[in-house]
Structures are given as structure tokens and as C-alpha cells.
């Protein structure tokens, strides 16, 4: 079975632009997670989807947004960045939301 | 609120000596909790689940309803075990929260 694939695995941004990370979950899974990982704060869960819905979401401002296809891929958007956007962006995915999760490689995003 | 806590932001041990990272969670159901891990330049990978039971790599966790506590713990620390480690905590239907994590060094 492929792994959790996330695209790309670098990123290097402007204060101001936009971003969109992508996600593909292992087949089968329905659940797909973001977690923003930084030294200081480790994981911070962003938001869940589940057949196309959010069904949970972090302490994130607006400008952090997803979507999940009827596929189950996902994608995150992060609008206006800001330097503290900079963090690598984990993706996992699950058979149901809270059960063991697989993650992917990461997108290490910077913000400059 | 569900919340874990992971007390040690970093932890230094040495070779051979005894492991035990900390994690303290609140969660008013019933959870289940997971300890994941993550070695240097690789993805984060579960190490082993409370439901489980089971030794993974010499680690072991109980879950203590009582303490609210699932501390991770081997007898005897190896080298390959230097990494970073993150309790967690999920429900089914529901999100999987992290600690901040415990980076592990183990000391020649």
C-alpha cells in the first residue's frame, strides 16, 4: 500500500502570497488531518476532513482553509502569509478520524 | 477540552539506563492513546497504542485512567532510540490531539 504523498516537499514564499499544499492519504482512507509543526510549539492540529467535510478544526486563523475531493485527496491553502507561517505542514490520514493516523513526509513551507 | 500534556521538553539519558517520558492527558470519554515517534530526517510513525498492549522497540505504556496518565517507558535506553516522541490522544469519529513532545537523547 503507497504511503500518505505530499507535494511539494519544499516551499519558499513571500510575505503576502498565497500557498496551497497537497495531500494524497492512503487508499482507503476516508480521514484526512493537518498538524503545523514548529520547534517551539511541536503539533498543532489544524483541521480534519472526513468525505469531503471539515468535521474538526484547530485554533487557526481564516487564512488557513482546506478542501478535501471526492477522492479523498486534500488540499490546504494559506492565504496572505505571514513569517510565522514558516513550519513544516504534516498531512495524515486514517481509516476514521481518531484512530491511528499515517503521516506524510511533510511541506516544509518558508516564509520570507 | 481535550488536551495532553507532555511535561519534558527534552530528555537526556544515558545508554543503558531507564526511560520513562511523561504524558499527562484530560479527556471526558474515553480515550484511546497513542505514543508516536520520530526519528532524525524520517516521518513521524506510531510506536504503539494503549488498546495494543503490546512492547514495541522495548517501550511500553500503560494507560492510568486513575492519573489520567499513559508514560512511556523501557528499561534500557539504546542509542537508536534518540528521537522525538509525541503522546497523543484520539476518539474515534474525532481529531487526534498531540503533546508539544519530548526530545529523547540518549547519552553514550
Known amino acids: 500500500k503507497a504511503g500518505v504523498t505530499q507535494t511539494p516537499r519544499y516551499l519558499i514564499k513571500t510575505r503576502g502570497q498565497q500557498v496551497t499544499l497537497s495531500c494524497s492519504p492512503i487508499?482507503?482512507?476516508?480521514?484526512v488531518s493537518w498538524y503545523q509543526q514548529t520547534p517551539g510549539q511541536g503539533l498543532q492540529f489544524l483541521f480534519e476532513y472526513f468525505s469531503e467535510t471539515q468535521r474538526n478544526k484547530g485554533n487557526f486563523p481564516g487564512r488557513f482553509s482546506g478542501r478535501q475531493f471526492s477522492n479523498s485527496r486534500s488540499e490546504m491553502n494559506v492565504s496572505t502569509l505571514e513569517l510565522g507561517d514558516s513550519a513544516l505542514y504534516l498531512c495524515a490520514s486514517s481509516a476514521m478520524g481518531g484512530t491511528e493516523a499515517f503521516f506524510g513526509q511533510g511541506t516544509r513551507l518558508t516564509v520570507v | 477540552a481535550q488536551r495532553v500534556t507532555q511535561p519534558e521538553k527534552l530528555l537526556s539519558v544515558f545508554k543503558g539506563a531507564p526511560v520513562e517520558l511523561k504524558c499527562n492527558y484530560s479527556?471526558?470519554?474515553?480515550?484511546?492513546l497513542f505514543w508516536y515517534v520520530q526519528y532524525s530526517r524520517q516521518r513521524l510513525q506510531l510506536l504503539l497504542r494503549?488498546?495494543s498492549r503490546e512492547s514495541i522497540k522495548g517501550f511500553t505504556a500503560d494507560l492510568n485512567k486513575g492519573e489520567t496518565s499513559f508514560h512511556l517507558k523501557k528499561p534500557f535506553a539504546q542509542e537508536e532510540d534518540s528521537a522525538m516522541y509525541y503522546c497523543?490522544?484520539?476518539?474515534?469519529?474525532?481529531?487526534?490531539?498531540f503533546g508539544k513532545g519530548t526530545r529523547l537523547h540518549i547519552l553514550p
Open positions: 487508499s482507503g482512507h476516508r480521514s
Open positions: 494503549h488498546i
Open positions: 479527556y471526558s470519554g474515553s480515550p484511546e
Open positions: 497523543a490522544l484520539g476518539n474515534r469519529d474525532d481529531k487526534i490531539i
